[in-house]
Nanobody, 118 residues
Framework: HVQLVESGGGSVQAGGSLRLSCAAS????????MAWFRQAPGKEREVVAT????????YYADSVKGRFTISQDNAKDTVYLQMNSLKPGGTAMYYC????????????WGQGTQVTVS
């Protein structure tokens, strides 16, 4: 059973930075796909960034390219999202998600961590 626990959210002024962490446990397999999603009030959930934890290949939504960085620490089974130059539009609940890369949809989700940009 996979568990994902996010941390690092908070309140920050526009232009500031935050680093989110997603600690995974009960995770098996060498190549896995992990992602950060966000959902703002009244809006649909959207993917922010993804990473293949074995290969390290990444994807970013256009809205965060050049400002956000997704990374991994395999020794700690943790995935990070470094968020720089935050904008008020970045206010949302941020969720970590995981799946086997052979699957089409994410089937493991964390509880979310709130990010508020003012």
């Amino acid at each position: 059973h996979v568990q994902l626990v996010e941390s690092g959210g908070g309140s920050v002024q526009a232009g500031g930075s935050l680093r989110l962490s997603c600690a995974a446990s009960g995770y098996t397999g060498w190549r896995n796909c992990m992602a950060w999603f966000r959902q703002a009030p009244g809006k649909e959930r959207e993917v922010v960034a993804t990473i293949v934890t074995g290969a390290g290949s990444t994807y970013y939504a256009d809205s965060v390219k050049g400002r956000f960085t997704i990374s991994q620490d395999n020794a700690k089974d943790t995935v990070y999202l470094q968020m720089n130059s935050l904008k008020p539009g970045g206010t949302a609940m941020y969720y970590c998600a995981a799946r086997a890369c052979s699957r089409s949809g994410y089937n493991y989700w964390g509880q979310g961590t709130q990010v508020t940009v003012s």
